[in-house]
């Protein structure tokens, strides 16, 4: 009898394992990715120094 329900519990543990996962398609949440963008603030004070520049030259 000990054999009997030894097998039926190995029998059952093996079932479940078998079938751990289900049909439906796995939920992924989407990777967000963010982008750094405080290096683009210093592209304005370029320009205005170049134009300081071009401002400069062209009064002399």
Known sequence: MKKLALAAALSVAATTTAFAG????????????????????AGWVILV????????????
């Open 22 to 41: 289900n049909l439906e398609e796995p939920i992924v949440e989407p990777v967000i990715i963010e982008e750094d963008t405080s290096g683009t603030g």
């Open 49 to 60: 120094v170049l134009a300081a520049l071009i401002a400069v030259a062209a009064s002399s």
